[in-house]
């Protein structure tokens, strides 16, 4: 949770639901529906992510959350769990990944980040989340 305090992309009302999620996923992992995958360097947790097949889909999976502590990014943590991620869906016969995230500017290095790492915009919503803050779903074909 702190991870995700200390992110200023994620308003206090996501956090809030980050943390849900987290919590459904650790009451019951089977039956929460989502998969939740840590980096710790010693006993410290510095990244995680959350992912999860999509209901009523064919492969098709989600990735919720993610976030790397403000000192450890740019050192390949939050690369190596998407990886990560992305070999366990794979695994599980996941054939699309998707992201959906903001088009503020605040959410310019994330999107980098995931472009960087195949994934394409395939739909964008305009206003979705508030005024001029559209909702983009980007997508990226895992076999």
């Known amino acids: 949770m702190r991870i995700l305090q200390n992110t200023p992309e994620f308003k206090p009302s996501e956090v809030v639901v980050a ?10 992992p089977i039956a929460s529906g989502y998969y939740t995958l840590v980096a710790e360097i010693g006993s410290t ?10 209901p ?15 000192e450890e990014r740019g050192q390949g943590i939050g690369s190596a769990l998407w990886k990560a991620a992305e070999a366990e ?3 599980a016969q996941g054939r ?7 088009s503020t500017s605040e959410y310019e290095n994330t999107r980098r980040f995931h472009l ?6 395939i739909a964008r919503i305009p206003d979705f989340y508030a005024p ?5 779903i980007l997508q990226k074909r895992l076999r």
């Open 56 to 70: 009523l889909t064919e492969g098709t999976w989600d990735l919720y959350w993610a976030a790397v502590t403000r």
């Open 116 to 121: 960087g790492r195949g994934y394409g915009e």
């Open 89 to 91: 869906i794979k695994q």
């Open 132 to 136: 001029g803050d559209d909702k983009l």
């Open 45 to 54: 947790v510095v990244g995680y992510i959350c992912y999860g097949p999509t």
């Open 19 to 28: 943390e849900e999620v987290i919590d459904s996923y650790l009451h019951d």
């Open 96 to 102: 699309l990944a998707i992201i959906e995230t903001s």
